[in-house]
Structures are given as C-alpha cells and as structure tokens.
C-alpha cells in the first residue's frame, strides 16, 4: 500500500473508534466526506468537498459538510488551515509547512526538517504561550507562472 492509503485506513479506524468513544453515529455522510478530504493533497476548502460527494450525497448540504469537517478537526482528524481566504482541510496533521500561491490560491504542503527546527524567539512575547508553529510562503505556483493565451 502507499504511504498515503495507509494513512487514510488508519485515519479512517481512528474515526471509526472516536465516534464509537463519543457516541456518535458512524454514517454514511460523515465517511463519505473523511474519505475525500483524506484522498486529496490539495487543502480543499468546504465547497471543493461538497462539489466532490455531492453526487453520492444527494441528501448533503454545504452546511452540513462545513460542521461535519469542523467535527473532524475537533476530532483531531484533519486540520483547519486559517492563513487562507476560505477555510481550508488538510488531511495531513503532522507538522510541516505550505507554499500558497497569491494568484490562484493553490496550497502546497512543505516539508522541510530545517524549518522544524527554527529557533523561537526567546524574548517575551506579551504572555503568549506558543504550541506550534509551521511557516507559510507566499509566491506563484508553477502553473501561474505560464503565459495565459
Ligand atoms: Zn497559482
Ligand atoms: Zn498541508
């Protein structure tokens, strides 16, 4: 299996488990949606994810794909990503990084162990308490950079 699909089974079981924890129904909707979200590498937002299952989930509204992705990041299973216009999911919860292209919007994940390791500051920042950190580049993606017709 590739790295990617064994983190989805696994992200997957893990969903199963904490809704069995919280008693939370596991249905078809909220599957559907962690599928996609885990399928992608490319930070989609909430509309993007209801575009995608909509066919499968003639029930859905956006509404409801906006608080079930909000379930999940609560759940600890994807991230919100905040830095960009609209909110966008990022199946990947480790630590690493984004290339974000100011003209398209597009989201790249970086991941760099030179970055991780960036020295905090040390001076004090007004009480603030820092619990992570990860470094976001702004600039033009590759396909931005072709000369338009
Ligand atoms: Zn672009
Ligand atoms: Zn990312």
Known sequence: MRRADEMAVSRLRAFEERCRQKGLPVTVQRR???EEVLRRDDHPTADDVYEAVRARLPQLSRTT??????TFVYMGLVRRLRQTKAARFDRNIDRHHHLVCS????VIDLEDRTLDQLPLPKRKLQ????????VRFSGTCSDCQQPKE
């Open 32 to 34: 559907t949606i962690l």
């Open 65 to 70: 794909v906006y608080r079930v992705l909000e």
């Open 103 to 106: 003209r398209c919007g597009k």
């Open 127 to 134: 009480g603030f308490i820092i619990e992570e950190f990860s």
